[in-house]
């Protein structure tokens, strides 16, 4: 054999070898399940058998391995992984509220606004939600409800004290009627924390502006405090056992025993909570738009707000990006995915085009009938904005565990409580 023959029987070998290597490589890549992470043990059902349907729908070799956090669990495990780079996810299902958390410096996850735009999630997404996970001009994530707020109310306690929906329209109506219950010592409402930032931004402001400014209207958020803690000083809202409409106790102490007429929640609140903690409640919950405030000249604002909400984004170090987008893509614009996701008991979709679903549109047995899905699309148009901002989260949980329960009980003024906060969130 010549030598040159042999020089290229050798080559030969060598590229059938390398070719070979990374063919092996490309299998074991594709192998590995992509890996999910969820801020929810009970969505980590639905996404078991979203990825069942994405095999049947899209790619029948497609695995996943999903794992479920708690809410507040969620942050800790993915910051450990992103520092140590050891089995961080590919995807992440993060509320809106901790979302904040990761833009004080490189954010770590992939930047998704030319792909949504390729797919026209930029026209079919609610704006105001697409630009949850945004920030700096920059989207992260696709959002995965409406998260619209809406008050849930008890039909049979409406009936009992000769109250109508229509009667409580506007907030200052609202109040008038809370103030009649008390004397008979019925109060109207359970407060919360998350409160103080669904009503400022149904009046239209927030916790932080666009330039980062914390309180931007001073004036609004100190007279949101202010009408909060009223509510609780004339009884008409009481404060749940652990001050929270969210702990299980709430439902089993307040709501089983009558105490309160009506409860604020965005849509998962009552698809999720009141179904899986009041199930003896069922067709005696219903649905209202929020009262609306009046402006100085007697035009009523939007009837609804927005609270929380979960999202999906891609780990920026993910080594499946592209995987990682088509089962996002595809949970966020499937029609049986939005449906599940709404009937057993989730959420609502913020993908417009899924309202088009006669399934979603339909009559709700659990609460007294109505259609919920009708209802929420209708106020959808209202729905404000949330401002995103590092410090969102700090803001968040300071108030809820520093200042609710101090302005409740008049230990501390509505303008104390935001000139320290200003004072504390402009420390760092």
């Known amino acids: 054999m010549s030598a040159m023959n042999r020089m290229l029987k050798t080559g030969l070998t060598c590229v059938s070898s390398i070719s070979l290597f990374f063919f092996t490589l490309s ?27 994405y095999r049947e729908k899209v790619d029948s070799d497609f695995e996943a391995q999903i ?14 992984a992103i520092k140590t780079g050891v089995n961080p996810p590919d995807i992440v299902q993060l509320d809106e509220v901790l979302f904040g958390t990761y833009l004080a410096g490189e954010v770590p996850f992939v930047e998704l606004s030319d792909r949504i735009k390729k797919v026209n999630l930029d026209k079919d997404i609610l704006p105001q939600r697409l630009k949850l996970f945004a920030y700096k001009g920059k989207t992260y994530g696709l959002p995965q409800s409406l998260s619209a707020i809406v008050l849930y109310y008890r039909t049979d306690l409406f009936e009992k004290f000769h109250l109508a929906p229509w009667q409580i329209n506007t907030w200052a109506s609202f109040v008038r009627k809370g103030r009649e219950l008390a004397a008979e010592g019925q109060a109207m409402i359970a407060l919360d924390p998350t409160y103080f930032g669904i009503l400022l931004r149904q009046k239209g402001s927030d916790l932080f502006d666009e330039s980062g400014k914390i309180f931007p209207n001073e004036k609004a958020a100190v007279e949101t405090l202010k009408w909060l803690h009223e509510l609780h000083r004339d009884q008409i809202g009481i404060l749940p056992e652990r001050a929270s409409i969210f702990d299980p106790v709430f439902f089993n102490s307040t709501v089983a025993y009558g105490e309160i007429l009506c409860v604020m929640g965005a849509d998962w609140y ?75 008991g989730n959420s609502f979709p913020a993908y417009q085009p899924a309202w088009k679903d006669e399934r979603l549109m339909k009559s709700f047995p659990f609460f007294n009938n109505q259609p919920l899905g009708k209802i929420l699309a209708e106020l959808a148009p209202q729905l404000p904005e949330v401002v995103m901002h590092p410090k969102r989260p700090e803001a968040v949980f300071l108030f809820q565990e520093s200042f609710f329960s101090s302005l409740m009980y008049g230990q501390m003024t509505p303008r104390e409580v935001i000139s320290e906060m200003k004072k504390q969130l402009g420390r760092h």
């Open 27 to 53: 299998l074991s890549v594709q192998a590995e399940p992509l890996q999910i992470w969820i801020s929810s043990f009970q969505d980590k059902v639905y996404y078991e058998s979203m990825v069942k349907l």
């Open 67 to 80: 794992k479920a956090y708690g809410f507040r669990e969620m942050p800790d495990k993915l910051t450990v």
């Open 270 to 344: 009552g698809l999720d909570m009141l179904q899986q903690f009041t199930p003896d409640l069922k067709g005696k919950w219903g649905v209202m738009p929020l009262p609306a405030w009046v402006d100085e000249n007697g035009n009523p604002g939007p009837r609804t707000s927005t609270f929380a909400g979960q999202g999906l984004l891609i780990y920026h170090k993910s080594k499946r990006v592209e995987d990682s987008w088509k089962f996002m893509e595809f949970v966020i614009t499937d029609p049986d995915a939005n449906a599940k996701r709404f009937l057993d």
